[in-house]
């Protein structure tokens, strides 16, 4: 079936490198990211999306970066602090417009 | 969590009782989600509901039942507990963002089957 997944499980940055977080996904009829921090102990928090008509979009020290050509996703952090420390997923709608699907997951640590 | 909070935030319950999960958004939000969270899964689609009493199945429903008589409850029901599923259970609530449907999370419920 249909799935997005991650290239690495684990990631390890020193605090006020950048971070980038990779994500490929599968289904070519998905036209909606988003990207996903989630904490130890709390939901997933709604970092930044990304529509299939563009290829960069930046947020506040985050820009995602859209590849349709190799159905590759990115999020990238600038100057990493050590409260970025946490799992970030991407997420595709390719069931759906209303209805999505997550990777697993890459668990980004900080080191001081 | 945008304005969503789920109850109770922890539960411990028997195998073969019947467990109730309350999903309340104050967003106004037309679609709301129930996803459960278990290592090596990530984050499975249970249920969802598109308006007061429209309902649909995701990919991971048997075993659970959902109903939503308000705009602003959506109540998860597991009809006889199973160890299988002692997790963690995300309710999620959507609305156009101008990009696309974006979902919001709530603070998640843990729930131990034992």
């Known amino acids: 079936g249909e799935s997005v997944g991650l290239h690495l499980p684990t990631l390890s940055v020193q605090e006020g490198d950048n971070s980038i977080i990779n994500c490929a996904y599968s289904?070519?009829?998905?036209?909606?990211f988003i990207w996903y921090k989630q904490e130890s102990g709390k939901g997933p928090q709604f970092i930044i999306d990304?529509?299939?008509?563009?290829d960069k979009r930046q947020g506040q020290r985050v820009t995602v970066l859209l590849n349709k050509t190799v159905k590759h996703l990115s999020l990238q952090i600038a100057a990493t602090q050590p409260g970025d420390s946490a799992v970030y997923f991407c997420a595709e709608n390719g069931q759906g417009a209303q209805k999505l699907v997550f990777g697993q997951g890459t668990r980004l640590t900080i080191n001081p | 969590d945008a304005g969503i909070t789920q109850s109770p935030r922890h539960k411990v319950t028997e195998t073969g009782t019947p467990v109730t999960l309350r999903c309340h958004q104050t967003?106004?939000?037309?679609?709301m989600y129930w996803y459960r969270q278990d290592p090596g899964h990530g984050l499975r689609l249970i249920h969802y509901s598109y308006g007061v009493k429209d309902t649909d199945k995701g990919e991971v429903s048997d075993g659970y039942s959902v109903s939503r008589s308000k705009t602003e409850d959506f109540l998860l029901t597991l009809e006889s507990a199973t160890s299988s599923q002692t997790s963690v259970y995300f309710c999620?609530?959507?609305?156009?963002?101008?990009?696309?449907?974006?979902?919001?999370f709530g603070p998640g419920t843990r729930l131990t089957v034992t």
């Open positions: 967003e106004n939000h037309r679609y």
């Open positions: 999620a609530i959507s609305d156009w963002g101008g990009a696309g449907w974006e979902q919001y």
């Open positions: 289904n070519s009829a998905s036209d909606y």
């Open positions: 990304i529509r299939s008509n563009m």
